[in-house]
């Protein structure tokens, strides 16, 4: 054999060996499955504690995965927070800082990351992103439907048989990256389907009448609608041989549309459900209580992935602890929200720490209303109107109604004492080192992100171009 011939027959056997040492090393990376519920409250849920909603398939998949009780949205609105998800970038630095605002030009995204480490990287249900071309998706065609006599689009479902034929078409060699973006239980909810609504016990900060349960009843119908979609992609994950190696994630962009939920940054709005699940590597029927964020979740897939995360970026990686290896991640998460066009001006910015919440309102002239009260259609005004009117007559409703309308610039609150935010200690002596401690770190963060502490942000400082919100 000639030099130059077993030089050839070196490099083909070293580029055989690399491309076998690439397949084995894909074939070692798990697919990555996340299941994103749409206005989803992280207490609505058997496994987190509420016994009067039925969520059988989350319920199971907690008991095979870990359930992290301190897990918080960037945003309590959709399209900030699901920015936030796919960027690892909290919205001020992203640039999707209001509802339906796209992010800045040259922001890399999740499905960019994860094709530059051999992923097929897809998108099905809802996407509510843009703009488009930075977020090279593979957007799964028919996973969005209509019912019948139904085209608007807060109709929406989720097209399951789009994803099961997806799964039993894909070519297992290349390492899935699915995202599973659901409807439900986002606005219009279904018709109330077996829920007792004088069963239920109504949270301390709403209030309590026969047209509230009413309407909870609805919401839960349509979590049960959610909680019915996770069962039947995860059983076509098992049918189509991807149990066994995929790390399944579920979680929910933000709270429900309830007052102080979605558009807040009280726990109801900006804490977020989040159970993982992945055969021999992450701890079967165990709570963590460890604070994550989602923008966490890009890095720590990325990692998994076989790749580095940017260090520019906000989130961190938590595989450690969801792999067992350690109980603790952030020491607070912080939150964003500005407004959603005319109908919310109403910027706040918020820290979570593992005992206190504090939020500053940047604009508490401004009265706050959002769709549920001011909007004209099916988004809450059907109860909101009871409430006003039982107000007139009842001084408990007042003070909600009241509470809702006008934020004050701070606020303070105890969740060790006081879950449901119920009590406001800013301006209270004998918290007066937790509000300045926690105010200075909350203004470092926002400086951090680019803000100036003598601005107040409003939706149209967003960008905004194109943003659809289904294929």
Not at 92 to 111: D, F, L
Not at 339 to 347: E, K, T, V, Y
């Amino acid at each position: 054999m000639t030099t130059n011939v077993r030089s050839l027959a070196r490099r083909a056997f070293a580029i055989a060996a690399l491309f076998a040492f690439s397949f084995a090393h894909a074939a070692d990376r798990p697919n990555v499955v996340i299941f994103i519920a749409d206005d989803l409250g992280w207490h609505d849920m058997g496994t987190y504690g509420n016994p009067d909603v039925r969520t059988p398939n989350i319920d199971k998949l907690a008991t095979e995965g870990t359930k992290f009780n301190r897990a918080f949205a960037a945003s309590p609105t959709c399209a900030p927070s699901r920015a936030a998800l796919f960027t690892g970038l909290y919205p001020m630095r992203n640039g999707a800082h209001a509802n339906h605002s796209i992010i800045e030009p040259n922001v890399r995204t999740w499905p960019q990351y994860l094709s530059e480490l051999g992923y097929r990287t897809v998108i099905a249900g809802k996407t509510h992103i843009g703009p488009r071309e930075q977020y090279p998706f593979e957007y799964l065609a028919n996973s969005n439907v209509s019912p019948p006599g139904k085209p608007e689009v807060l109709y929406t479902d989720l097209g399951v048989p789009a994803i099961e034929n997806l799964l039993k078409t894909h070519d297992k060699k290349k390492p899935l990256a699915l995202v599973v973006a659901a409807h439900s239980p986002h606005v219009y909810w279904l018709e109330n389907q077996g829920y007792d609504p004088a069963s239920f016990t109504v949270p301390p900060y709403l209030v309590d009448t026969p047209v509230t349960r009413n309407a909870m009843a609805r919401y839960y119908t349509d979590v049960s609608q959610a909680d019915k979609e996770v069962g039947q992609v995860r059983a076509a994950l098992d049918r189509y041989g991807f149990g066994k190696n995929t790390l399944f994630m579920f979680t929910s962009d933000q709270g429900p549309q309830f007052p102080f939920g979605k558009w807040s940054l009280y726990e109801a709005g900006m804490r977020v459900p989040f159970i993982a699940a992945w055969p021999g590597k992450v701890a079967r029927n165990a709570t963590n209580d460890a604070i994550v964020s989602l923008v966490d979740v890009l890095p720590t897939v990325i990692e998994l992935a076989g790749g580095t995360a940017p260090k520019d970026i906000d989130g961190r990686s938590f595989v450690d602890v969801l792999e067992g290896r350690s109980t603790h991640h952030l020491d607070a998460a912080f939150a964003a929200h500005t407004g959603d066009g005319q109908m919310n001006r109403a910027p706040m910015r918020a820290i979570r720490t593992e005992r206190y919440k504090y939020i500053v309102n940047l604009a508490p002239e401004i009265p706050y209303g959002n769709h549920i009260s001011n909007a004209n259609g099916k988004d809450g005004r059907d109860y909101w109107d009871n409430w006003v009117e039982v107000a007139k007559t009842d001084p408990a409703a007042a003070r909600i109604v009241q509470r809702f309308r006008q934020h004050p610039p701070e606020e303070l609150y105890d969740l060790a004492h006081d879950p449901f935010e119920l009590t406001n200690l800013a301006g209270d002596v004998n918290y007066a080192h937790v509000q300045v401690e926690l105010r200075g770190k909350l203004d470092t963060w926002r400086v951090q992100q680019g803000e100036r502490l003598d601005f107040v942000p409003m939706p149209e400082d967003a960008r905004h171009g194109e943003l659809k919100y289904r294929e």
